[in-house]
């Protein structure tokens, strides 16, 4: 049985348009395309982050003529706005207060966040947010539409 919450996790949301703001200050702004959540668990490494990034980049939600969801990111120039988000890994089981443990730390986390950012930033604009301060995602969700990639 596979443990949910057992991989490093992206929530894609399809938008017309998302900013972030880090303490005041407007950090990442796109249009069309995705803003991320990235969520990074302490046991993930560069090889969850090709995965994904590849699978980001290639996922095909933009409808086509024809209104089948069909289309890359790429194929319709959208762009990508990545948002760090340990709070993926909060786990409310015991109790109602969620625990983190399985986030990575920040150091770790940082590392990796940048480095995924990096490799979709080969193929694609990308926007992002400042890892570890409090921030303001705004967005207009499109569809919505929101999908959940693990690896």
Known sequence: TEVIGDKMK???????????????????????????????????????????????????????????MNLSIKDVGGELLLVSQ???????????????IEAARPEQANELYEYFCNQCAKE??????????HMEVSLVNDGPVTIILEK
């Open 86 to 100: 340990f709070t993926l890994y909060g786990d409310a089981t015991q109790g109602n207060r969620p625990s983190f």
């Open 10 to 68: 992206l929530v894609v949301q399809k938008v017309k348009k998302a900013s972030v703001t880090s303490e005041g200050t407007l950090t990442g702004q796109i249009n069309k395309g995705y803003m991320v959540l990235v969520g990074i668990k302490v046991t993930d490494t560069k090889a969850e982050a090709d995965y994904l990034a590849k699978k980001l980049i290639n996922l095909r939600i933009f409808e086509d003529e024809n209104e089948k």
């Open 124 to 133: 694609i604009k990308v926007e992002k947010g400042v890892f570890q301060t």
